[in-house]
């Protein structure tokens, strides 16, 4: 089954709103990643997030292993946020030395002004 | 620095053709490796990996194979291309021996006619 579950798959915000980008997953965890995903498809890495909370200007990144869940907070966003947000588990227990990402299926968010 | 390229940037090839992509890692010795496809409108997954010069594991059947002929190149490969391979391809690099971010290069987009 799906290893994580993205949600929500597509978010509307005016400019200026607050938006909340949720990750859930299954397994346990040895390393959950947040990327920006550009329209050309290459990825811009956001967080690298094993646990705990961490903030780079108005993105804030929170990994609660116990809960099974990672989110990406976007405070005040601006029409240039818009695009797809990715996140990524490498899930506990691999073997053979891969650090295999699996990710979600991302949330298309609009900022619209 | 580390850098990671990608070549080609595009590549518009026909269904049968032969395929080679590729990848180098610069600015860091004996990374693990990996490659990462995702078709039109689809989720990113893991195709390879490999944590050593010589050594790759495959880790979806797509008709694809891929080589690791140097410690900084990463080859992926086919000799009859299918219409399903249409998509994006990413090579990541990552520390070996733990888990560890992975950096990702800036893509090949293919599409197979």
């Known amino acids: 089954g799906q290893q994580v579950q993205q949600s929500p798959a597509s978010l509307v915000l005016q400019e200026g709103e607050n938006a909340e980008l949720q990750c859930n997953f299954s397994?346990?965890?040895?390393?959950m990643q947040w990327f920006y995903q550009r329209p050309g498809g290459s990825l811009v890495s956001l967080f690298y997030?094993?646990?705990g909370t961490k903030q780079s200007g108005r993105l804030t990144s929170t990994t609660v292993i116990k809960e099974r869940r990672s989110s990406l907070h976007i405070s005040s966003s601006q029409t240039t946020d818009s695009g797809t947000y990715l996140c990524?588990?490498?899930?506990?227990?691999?073997?053979?030395?891969?650090?295999?990402?699996?990710f979600g299926q991302g949330t298309v968010l609009s900022v619209i002004p | 620095a580390q850098t990671i390229h990608q070549w080609p940037v595009a590549e518009i090839k026909a269904v049968g053709s032969p395929l080679s992509l590729g990848c180098t890692i610069k600015?860091?010795?004996?990374?693990?490796l990996y490659w990462y496809w995702q078709a039109t409108g689809g989720t990113l997954q893991q195709l390879f990996y490999?944590?050593?010069?010589?050594?790759v594991e495959s880790v979806v059947q797509l008709n694809l194979s891929a080589s690791r002929p140097k410690d900084d190149q990463f080859i992926l490969s086919t000799e009859k291309l299918l219409l399903s391979h249409s998509g994006f391809y990413l090579c990541?690099?990552?520390?070996?021996?733990?888990?560890?971010?992975?950096?990702f290069g800036p893509g090949t987009r293919l599409t197979v006619l």
């Open positions: 990524a588990m490498e899930r506990k227990g691999r073997t053979g030395g891969n650090n295999k990402l699996t």
């Open positions: 397994t346990s965890l040895n390393s």
């Open positions: 490999s944590i050593t010069v010589g050594q």
């Open positions: 990541a690099w990552s520390l070996t021996g733990g888990s560890y971010e992975q950096y």
């Open positions: 997030n094993p646990s």
């Open positions: 600015g860091k010795s004996s990374p693990n």
